[in-house]
Structures are given as structure tokens and as C-alpha cells.
């Protein structure tokens, strides 16, 4: 069963930063039932990793669902 993904980068702050932005994100996200996940549960970290982000579903749902969607999720955004 495959699906549509897309990735989004958070930037700016240490490496530190990123990631704990990552998880308060994707801790956000889950409780608005959003799906997104933190990117870092997709490969092993290795040291000096600097990329942190949200994986998002974008495929399934009508396009009203996905407007919804994605305005809550534009909201956590903006709260960071």
C-alpha cells in the first residue's frame, strides 16, 4: 500500500534547535490528528545531522479534508 509524501525542512537554529522544533511539531501535529511524523524516524541519525523536519500525507483525503488539514497544520507552523 504506497502513498504520497512530501517533506518539510525546518531551517534556521542549531542542529539542537531543528530537532527539538521537530518534535514539538510532530508531537503538535498528532494531537490535531494531522499524520505528519518527524522526519528523523525515517533513517538512523548519524552525529552532525542537521536535517529535521515533518513528513506529510497528501494523498487520500477530498481536496476540502486536505484544505483543513493544511490549514491546521499552517498554524502549528506559525506558532514555532
Known amino acids: 500500500d504506497g502513498g504520497l509524501h512530501a517533506v518539510i525542512e ?9 530537532l527539538e522544533r521537530e518534535t514539538r511539531l510532530a508531537a503538535g501535529a498528532e494531537g490535531a490528528s ?6 528523523g524516524r525515517y533513517w538512523q541519525r548519524r552525529e552532525g545531522d542537521e536535517l529535521a523536519g515533518l513528513v506529510i ?10 484544505d483543513r488539514a493544511l490549514t491546521r497544520l499552517r498554524a502549528l507552523l506559525d506558532a514555532e
Open 34 to 39: 494531522l499524520g505528519a511524523q518527524a522526519l
Open 10 to 18: 525546518l531551517l534556521g537554529g542549531t542542529a539542537e534547535d531543528r
Open 57 to 66: 500525507g497528501v494523498g487520500g483525503s477530498d481536496d476540502a479534508e486536505f
